[in-house]
């Protein structure tokens, strides 16, 4: 089974990155890469049963929420047709494009061609998943095996980020309906939206202040992540995936700049999988301000457009080993 693909092949063009053209192409290949094609949500999804949790106990709110995912797991094909699934693997492409920084109050007057390429995907659960993804050259590898989470790009010579286990918000796109209904059984309902002509139920769900703290380290802090997920009235379907993230990064000099990233994803094109149903396209935004009292008024706008090739269930022979990080990285990790 390929995994990793060769991250040695960084080190073959290691002498073309010292040109600031390709060190500037690569850099910003990495930043799309990380902001739209492999984010993570600072929480963690409490596996359950969502079609039979109890609705007594709890807010009107949150007892129409539970209601809710419920339809949801109904829709997607029953909790008998997402028990037999233990595992996935999914191949898909993406088209990736950006605009410049530009003042707040300025208009967008033009974004970057698309970047095209694809990604691979494997999960056990949210806590065991692997993501491979190559754009115009640039290759970034995910992952999480249940003890930390980790990312490392082919332009850098060592991961550029660990952390503590979180989900791929990518899974949670329409392609891992059992994850998406236990993440929205701890939501309540707000309200009611007409997206994309259909009218739809909107779940709300604020990250955990413990959760935010455990993800927390000396460079960066996350001040608040809210989700929303929009459920249609008619098929009961995930159509749109919301959220909303505000850190503030600690610079040399002690002062703090906020980054603030809003995210939704329009999810189209259900088709069943093995009686599972998955979404098979649809389009992420990403809005990303910078802000601070030394810090000019920044925004970036940056889009993706998705589509999911082949889903295939129970991948045989992937063992929980599959998920670990790259060797160099667990050697790094070793206490010295």
């Known amino acids: 089974m390929a995994k ?4 040695d092949e960084g080190s073959n063009i290691g002498k073309k990155w010292n040109s600031p053209i390709i060190a500037n192409r690569y850099n910003e290949l990495t930043f799309l890469l990380y902001m739209i094609g492999s984010p993570l949500l ?3 999804i409490q596996k359950g049963n969502s079609s039979t949790r109890s609705l007594h106990n709890s807010s009107i709110e949150a007892s129409t929420a539970k209601y809710i995912v419920q339809q949801y797991m109904a829709a997607i094909g029953g909790q008998p047709a997402l028990n ?6 999914a191949i898909g492409q993406v088209k990736i494009s950006a605009s410049d920084f530009y003042q707040g109050d300025e208009a967008v007057n033009s974004r970057s061609r698309d970047e095209a390429g694809g990604f691979v995907l494997w999960q056990k659960n949210p806590n065991l998943w692997c993501l491979e993804l190559l754009v115009s050259g640039c290759k970034v590898i995910s992952g999480c095996n249940g003890k930390i989470s980790w990312r490392q790009s082919s332009n850098l010579q060592r991961p550029m980020t660990k952390g503590p286990p979180r989900p791929l918000r990518r899974f949670l796109q329409g392609l891992d309906p059992k994850s998406t209904g236990d993440l929205f059984l701890q939501a309540v309902c707000i309200g009611e939206k007409i997206i994309n002509d259909e009218e739809c139920f909107i779940l709300k769900l604020d990250t955990s202040q413990s959760d935010l703290e455990e993800q ?3 460079k960066y802090e996350i001040i608040h992540h809210t989700i929303w997920g929009y459920f249609s009235q008619r098929s009961g379907l995930l159509v749109k995936f919301e959220d909303s993230r505000l850190l503030t990064v600690n610079c040399d000099n002690g002062d703090g700049v906020f980054w603030e990233t809003s995210t939704e994803t329009v999810i189209e094109d259900y088709r069943y999988v ?8 649809g389009k992420t ?3 990303v301000f910078r802000y601070g009292e030394h810090s000019s008024n920044h925004k970036r706008e940056l889009e993706e457009k998705w589509k ?3 889903v295939h269930f129970n991948v045989w022979g992937l063992g929980n080993d599959f998920f670990n990080p790259p060797s ?4 790094e990790e070793k206490p010295t």
């Open 4 to 7: 990793y693909g060769d991250m």
């Open 42 to 44: 600072p929480l963690q």
């Open 216 to 218: 927390a380290n000396p």
């Open 84 to 89: 037999t699934v233990q595992s996935l693997c």
């Open 285 to 287: 935004s990403v809005t």
């Open 274 to 281: 093995e009686g599972v149903n998955i979404a098979h396209s």
């Open 328 to 331: 160099e990285f667990t050697k």
């Open 308 to 310: 999911i090739e082949e």
